[in-house]
């Protein structure tokens, strides 16, 4: 059995390949693309033809730097997948062209896998895993996971930074929709009787933490380093830091930051992880830069690599 797996979770805005080595648990190369896929999703229900070229010619130039088969790959979609209506002719042209065969993954299955890679990471870090709330903040959705021991509960809500960011440019006040998502996220945590949630480390995912997390240690988006930025502790302090930084910089000087494609959403990103500190009640979080694409290559090393 190879002991190499190459992963891909092709996500609301970000693409991402990650080559695994199943038998030491060991990143061996990465790639990562804004390919702005559920660009415009909001309004039209659909996959732009403009994002499926996006997507194809970055699957095609991935696979010249990191040098994989396509056809080998575990490929999983999420949220903007999940909900447009043209996705089974996109996913069939993209495979058609490509060779990729994505899977499109519930929220359910999303928020395990991230757990899963989660998990790894806390561990690897030496950071203690037994209770925490995972925040994952998407393009499309964002995913909460409460882990206590062995046993989780999650919840995947309909909101991410791109969707939210093109609903509110288009169609609205952010700060209302933000006090909805509040009083939504509050009625799940409610449904779950944890007597004191102040037992629970708060731990977050995904491009904005990771972004929040550079800044602070004077990273930008040409140094980004995981390796510095996995396990940093981000406060409400760093937040308002950044949001300081980007309401006075230029749009060149933030795409130096957090890169291109992902200007737009950045602030929507921040106000979303803020809204996380004030349901929490918690002063600051563990940011790590594991996830999905993580996730589905341990899942597969542990079901599928066994010697």
């Known amino acids: 059995m190879n002991q190499e797996i190459v992963t891909i979770d092709l996500g609301s805005n970000s693409f991402r390949v990650l080559k695994y080595d199943c038998k030491n648990h060991k990143i061996i190369s990465e790639y990562n693309e804004v390919v702005g896929m559920a660009d415009g999703l909001v309004d039209t229900g659909i996959i732009s033809k403009e994002a499926v070229q996006r997507v194809i010619k970055a699957i095609l130039h991935s696979v010249e730097i990191i040098n994989y088969n396509p056809l080998d790959a575990v490929c999983v979609t999420t949220a903007a997948m999940r909900k ?5 002719e996109v996913l069939e042209y993209i495979k058609d062209k490509t060779g990729t065969k994505f899977s499109i ?6 928020a395990r896998l991230t757990l899963l890679a989660v998990k790894y990471a806390l561990k690897r870090e030496k950071i203690n895993s037994e209770n925490f709330v995972l925040l994952d903040i998407g393009g499309g959705s964002t995913e909460i996971i409460v882990n ?9 809500f309909d909101f991410g930074i791109v969707t939210m960011t093109q609903k509110f440019l288009n169609h609205g006040d952010l700060h209302d929709d933000l006090e909805n998502k509040k009083t939504e996220i509050k009625a799940f945590l409610n449904s779950l009787n944890i007597k004191d949630l102040k037992d629970y ?3 977050a995912t995904a491009g904005t933490p990771t972004t929040i997390a550079a800044i602070k240690l004077g990273q930008d988006f040409f140094s980004y380093d995981r390796n510095i930025v996995n396990g940093t502790i981000v406060n409400l302090e760093d937040i308002e830091n950044s949001l300081n930084i980007f309401k006075n910089s230029s749009n060149e000087d933030i795409a130096k930051l957090v890169g291109r494609g992902r200007v737009e959403f950045i602030e929507v990103g921040i106000f979303i992880y803020k809204i996380i500190f004030e349901v929490l009640d918690k002063n ?7 996830g999905l694409r993580e996730g589905v290559a ?10």
């Open 105 to 110: 993954i519930d929220g359910n299955e999303e």
């Open 298 to 307: 341990i899942n597969y090393c542990l079901t599928k690599c066994k010697d």
């Open 84 to 88: 447009a209506s043209n996705n089974k």
């Open 284 to 290: 600051e979080s563990i940011v790590l830069d594991d």
């Open 201 to 203: 480390s708060f731990v």
């Open 148 to 156: 206590t021991n062995d046993k989780y509960e999650a919840h995947s």
